[in-house]
């Protein structure tokens, strides 16, 4: 199977977000090799005399839980790193499943014809945040599908670039998306709009147009909104606004939109997930476990898709809203 992993390396503009360096970019990956997160490493003090008290000193408690806590992070940091293999995250219980709402790229997986597929969005889809190449999503979500249909000719292709948003994405539409004729365009955007403070109305109608640009293209399509992280959600009417936007676009368009601001929301608040195994310290991306994650649910969405298609399960062309499995 060939996985063509691409990026473009435009320059930064400046913008609200920071504009950090996105990593190093191999010309095509294959068969990544796993780049190993540093674990935590404690250096234990020697052992106090124990107490022959039925109860164990606090020092002896104390130090169990910090090598439960220490033992956690590697754990994480372990299957973040680990790109072959899934994460331990969960899509919110409450969510509703996916009625195979990627109908173009699923039948085409079906049927084993070659598969292009845009990751077109900003620095979180640049991968600002991950410690290396292979931790991007777009990455990810390559060798989750290398995985799943390991005889099948699928092109992922990374048109992220750091500060964008609708006004400049829009301008570059044709030319680092639609002149591919990609089969799925995941389209994130609206974070650095929140940051700054664009015109929400404005952005709107540019996200509208960009839509209807990729949908006369015959492609499928997912919108991304913005992310769960204190840098955004220090703006949380800005915040919300553009959420209820995008999902209104999706709604009117009748495509795809994947919830991240929502689904990472549920990480924190009802999964008691650490923001900072989602975030990263400068409060704004995401890390590689945050990453993976987020590729995950991407990747069991398009392959329920295309087992609907296999069993022969009616798959509308149009649906106006998904929620991860």
């Known amino acids: 199977m ?3 992993m691409l990026l473009s390396l435009a320059g930064v503009p400046a913008c609200a ?3 950090s360096p996105a990593p190093a970019v191999t010309a095509a990956v294959s068969s990544p090799t796993p780049v190993s997160v540093g674990a935590v490493a404690t250096a234990s003090p020697p052992a106090a005399p124990v107490s022959q008290s039925s109860s164990p000193p ?30 331990p995250c969960l899509a919110p219980k409450d969510s509703a499943r996916s009625k195979g709402s990627l109908p ?18 900003s620095s979180s889809t640049v991968g600002v945040g991950s410690t290396a190449p292979e931790y991007t999503y777009p990455n990810r979500l390559a060798a989750q599908l290398q995985r799943q249909y390991p005889g ?51 952005t709107g109608h540019l996200v509208d147009e960009g839509v209807a640009q ?18 955004v959600t220090e703006r949380a009417d800005d915040a919300n606004k553009m959420v209820k936007l ?26 008691a997930v650490p923001m900072d195994t989602f975030v990263v310290a400068d409060g704004l ?7 993976a994650c987020f590729a995950q649910l991407l990747g069991d969405d398009i392959i329920k898709s295309v087992g609907q298609i296999k069993l022969g399960v009616s798959i509308p062309s149009r649906v106006e809203f998904y929620l991860p499995m």
Do not use: C
């Open 2 to 4: 060939t996985v063509l």
């Open 17 to 19: 977000e920071p504009a």
């Open 58 to 87: 606090d020092s002896l408690n104390s130090k169990s839980l910090t090598e439960k806590a220490v033992e956690k992070v590697k754990q994480v940091a372990k299957s973040a790193g680990d790109i072959f293999n899934r994460v």
């Open 104 to 121: 173009h790229v699923a039948g085409k997986l079906a049927a084993g014809q070659p598969v292009v597929i845009i990751a077109f969005g």
């Open 152 to 202: 099948a000719d699928i092109t992922v292709v990374n048109r992220g670039r750091n500060g964008e948003d609708a006004p400049e994405m829009l301008k570059r539409l044709q030319s680092a998306v639609l002149d591919l004729h990609p089969d799925l365009v995941i389209w994130q955007v609206g974070t650095n709009a929140v940051l700054r403070k664009l015109d929400p109305d404005e």
């Open 214 to 231: 990729i949908q006369a293209a015959g492609a499928d399509l997912v919108l991304v909104d913005p992310q769960y992280s204190p840098r």
């Open 246 to 271: 995008l999902g209104k676009i999706a709604q009117i368009r009748h495509v795809n939109v994947f919830p991240r601001f929502s689904v990472m929301r549920d990480w924190h608040e009802k999964q």
């Open 285 to 291: 991306h995401m890390t590689d476990w945050g990453y």
